[in-house]
């Protein structure tokens, strides 16, 4: 069974510049997690999918990040416009159950982005 | 203060040894707690959950002091292939808070 996917693996743009990150969950997973993790600091909560509703999107640092699930399959993170801080790897999460308890979310590998 | 601190090493241990982690949270209301492993420029992967009685899964041992507010994790005897980062993960409702990690080099 395919785990999660993400694409692209590597991406490298200007400032100001628009990307878009991609995320596959496990096939069957409602739940749909984005995390990200910039240099030097801990991995942190973006915003959780309970298929295509947001359940919860505190973790968003401001409105140039905009994130889609329509049709509760796949994910994308728009980031627009993007700025030098935005740099880290953007990781995409996926699980079953809602809950943390008993539950087990699987990460995707990552989407390494640069900001130059 | 972070809401999961971990002290980031490295730990440098010979082939071997046995090491421990120490992580703290500060939420007294979570209520599940993990250790995930990760890789150089890899995800983070499940190692164990940590129960409140504590668990043992091979060579690994984790415990829970609620009252203390700190989660550990025990390897023996270390292998070269668990030269890794280990992940404190504490349960924020529906989502997880992850500590900085905590890095480990098991040298030969």
């Known amino acids: 069974e395919a785990g999660v996917t993400q694409f692209p693996s590597h991406s490298v743009i200007e400032k100001g510049q628009t990307v878009t990150l991609r995320c596959d969950p496990i096939s069957g997973h409602d739940n749909l997690y984005w995390y990200r993790r910039v240099m030097g600091k801990e991995i942190k909560f973006l915003l959780h999918?309970?298929?295509?509703?947001?359940?919860?999107e505190s973790g968003m640092p401001n409105n140039r990040f905009l994130a889609e699930r329509t049709g509760g399959t796949y994910s994308t993170l728009k980031v627009q416009p993007a700025e030098l801080e935005d740099s880290g790897v953007y990781f995409c999460a996926s699980s079953q159950l809602g809950g943390l308890s008993g539950n087990t979310i699987y990460f995707g590998e990552g989407s390494w982005l640069t900001v130059v | 203060r972070k809401e999961v601190e971990q002290d980031p090493g490295p730990f440098n241990v010979p082939e071997g040894a046995t090491v421990a982690f120490n992580c703290t949270y500060s939420n007294s209301a979570s209520q599940s707690f993990f250790w995930y492993r990760q890789d150089c420029r890899k995800e983070p992967k499940l190692l164990m959950s940590?129960?409140?009685s504590g668990n043992e899964d091979g060579r690994f041992t984790a415990q829970l002091n609620r009252a203390s507010q700190y989660i550990s994790l025990l390897i023996r005897d270390s292998k070269l292939s668990d030269s890794a980062t280990y992940l404190c993960?504490?349960?924020?409702?529906?989502?997880?808070?992850f500590g900085t990690g905590t890095r480990l080099k098991v040298l030969a």
């Open positions: 940590v129960y409140s």
């Open positions: 993960v504490v349960d924020g409702t529906y989502k997880y808070i």
């Open positions: 999918f309970v298929k295509e509703s947001k359940q919860d």
